[in-house]
């Protein structure tokens, strides 16, 4: 009885993302910079995840509801303030802030100090809308809020 040779076989592992502190595609919104750390690609369009530095006195979007998402938002340093519906909640570093699909909410940054966020997509649809955003601005059309609604409509978002 002879014995076949055995052979290394290697496992076959789904591809790792490394997104190192200077990498990822940045999208500029006025006084928000945003850094997209996963656009999807490498997670089966399950999950997005960016970093967005909002500078001082930043107004966001109008509030708004997601139909297909929900959005996660780490405050990791400064205060950002989310109204949810007529109420507001001023998160500070540490912070984690949940909005599940339906829930009306808008974020800003009302103070003199900048303010860092990781925000998440789950599933990764809405950072579509962020790079629509960009194209607005580089189109040389302001920023209206007609144009975010517009966009918003595009990804199972509505004005609330």
Same mark, same amino acid.
């Given at each position: 009885?002879?014995?076949?040779?055995?052979?290394?076989?290697?496992?076959?592992?789904?591809?790792?993302?490394?997104? @190192?502190?200077? *990498?990822?595609?940045?999208? #500029? &919104?006025?006084? /928000?910079?945003?850094?997209?750390?996963? $656009?999807?690609? !490498?997670?089966?369009?399950?999950?997005?995840?960016?970093?967005?530095?909002?500078?001082?006195?930043?107004?966001?979007?109008?509030?708004?509801?997601? @139909?297909?998402? *929900?959005?996660?938002?780490? #405050? &990791?340093?400064? /205060?950002?303030?989310?109204?949810?519906? $007529?109420?507001? !909640?001023?998160?500070?570093?540490?912070?984690?802030?949940?909005?599940?699909?339906?829930?009306?909410?808008?974020?800003?940054?009302?103070?003199?100090?900048?303010?860092?966020?990781?925000?998440?997509?789950?599933?990764?649809?809405?950072?579509?809308?962020?790079?629509?955003?960009?194209?607005?601005?580089?189109?040389?059309?302001?920023?209206?809020?007609?144009?975010?609604?517009?966009?918003?409509?595009?990804?199972?978002?509505?004005?609330?």
């Amino acid at each position: 009885m002879s014995e076949e040779p055995r052979t290394s076989e290697q496992q076959a592992y789904p591809a790792v993302s490394v997104v @190192g502190p200077g *990498d990822g595609e940045v999208i #500029v &919104l006025g006084t /928000t910079r945003m850094r997209v750390l996963e $656009d999807g690609s !490498h997670t089966g369009h399950r999950l997005a995840i960016a970093e967005s530095v909002l500078a001082p006195h930043t107004q966001g979007p109008p509030q708004h509801r997601h @139909g297909r998402h *929900d959005e996660g938002f780490y #405050v &990791l340093s400064g /205060t950002v303030r989310f109204t949810v519906g $007529d109420q507001d !909640h001023d998160a500070t570093a540490g912070t984690l802030v949940m909005i599940p699909p339906g829930t009306p909410h808008t974020f800003a940054n009302p103070t003199d100090q900048p303010a860092v966020m990781l925000s998440t997509f789950t599933p990764d649809l809405y950072v579509q809308y962020f790079r629509d955003l960009q194209e607005v601005l580089a189109g040389g059309r302001p920023l209206t809020r007609e144009a975010n609604v517009d966009a918003m409509s595009r990804y199972a978002t509505d004005p609330a």
